[in-house]
């Protein structure tokens, strides 16, 4: 999984969530990113249904509307929540 893709889709529906809409460009980015770890947790034969959320708020942000304030938390929640149950990989170059 594209696990820093999925960060930043988190960060730019938490933007919005305090109400500062991301370009359309973002939007569509943090949209991609969401779908591909969907597909990447299909592929692993884990549900993809945790991100749904997160692909609904990512959704209406590339559309150039503002998801609901509680759609937005339950996106970032949703995507913190794969986060966490995501194995961690340390960079060798980090160690």
Partial sequence: MHTNDLIIAQQIIAMA???LPPTQEASG???AAIKAAQEDLRRSGRS???LDSARAAASVLALGHRPHKSMCIAAVQSIAAVLLR???HVDEAQS
């Fill in 17 to 19: 969530r305090v109400g």
């Fill in 29 to 31: 980015r943090a949209l």
């Fill in 48 to 50: 993809a249904l945790d």
């Fill in 86 to 88: 995501e194995p961690q």
